[in-house]
T-cell receptor, first 113, second 111 residues
Framework: DAGVIQSPRHEVTEMGQEVTLRCKPISGHNSLFWYRQTMMRGLELLIY????????DSGMPEDRFSAKMPNASFSTLKIQPSEPRDSAVYFCASSFDSNSPLHFGNGTRLTVT | SQQGEEDPQALSIQEGENATMNCSYK?????LQWYRQNSGRGLVHLIL?????REKHSGRLRVTLDTSKKSSSLLITASRAADTASYFCATDDRSGDKLTFGTGTRLAVRP
């Protein structure tokens, strides 16, 4: 089992550009979560999906953020347009169901200049 | 918002000593989990304790839960340099769907 796979590992972009982060959850896991980690705010839940359906996106900071899960093996988090305050490490995590422990990817470190 | 608050924020101990980290939370929970994060990596699940349990063991880890005080502790016995990491508690909401993470304790174990 390769675990949760995120890409890219690092992303540096200029303010105003579109950023797309990608996640492949563990096969057979039915829940997928997107978290953001910063020194100031810690780990924040942005959105989570059950069976590819978005359940709670109340953590998405603004309309500039959107997430999709077109199938059970792929999810994207998009920021358009990006801003310097979006700089953070973005984690994707999956679990067998919403009550099971989470398995995290190694994150995407996003830097917006 | 942060549901859990870990204490202390940072802890430095000598290899072989025990490390104790505490977590306090605000609302009723179904279960509480502890995770570990090495620098530059994702979080790794360590242990889950349900609200009707008071203590749980896993190897050198011991977790206690006091729902009346809304607090939990993680004890790592006979620490090793490889235990150096940040440790987070996480609590679910009433539906059990969402995990909210605390602020974390940075543990440094000196060889």
């Amino acid at each position: 089992d390769a675990g949760v796979i995120q890409s890219p590992r690092h992303e540096v972009t200029e303010m105003g550009q579109e950023v797309t982060l990608r996640c492949k959850p563990i096969s057979g896991h039915n829940s997928l979560f997107w978290y953001r980690q910063t020194m100031m705010r810690g780990l924040e839940l942005l959105i989570y999906f059950n069976n590819n359906v978005p359940i709670d996106d109340s953590g998405m900071p603004e309309d500039r953020f959107s997430a999709k899960m077109p199938n059970a093996s792929f999810s994207t988090l998009k920021i358009q347009p990006s801003e310097p305050r979006d700089s953070a490490v973005y984690f994707c995590a999956s679990s067998f169901d919403s009550n099971s422990p989470l398995h995290f990817g190694n994150g995407t470190r996003l830097t917006v200049t | 918002s942060q549901q859990g608050e870990e204490d202390p924020q940072a802890l430095s101990i000598q290899e072989g000593e025990n490390a104790t980290m505490n977590c306090s939370y605000k609302t009723s929970i179904n279960n509480l989990q502890w995770y570990r994060q090495n620098s530059g990596r994702g979080l790794v699940h360590l242990i889950l304790i349900r609200s009707n349990e008071r203590e749980k063991h896993s190897g050198r880890l011991r977790v206690t839960l006091d729902t009346s005080k809304k607090s939990s502790s993680l004890l790592i016995t006979a620490s090793r340099a490889a235990d150096t990491a940040s440790y987070f508690c996480a609590t679910d909401d009433r539906s059990g769907d969402k995990l909210t993470f605390g602020t974390g304790t940075r543990l440094a174990v000196r060889p």
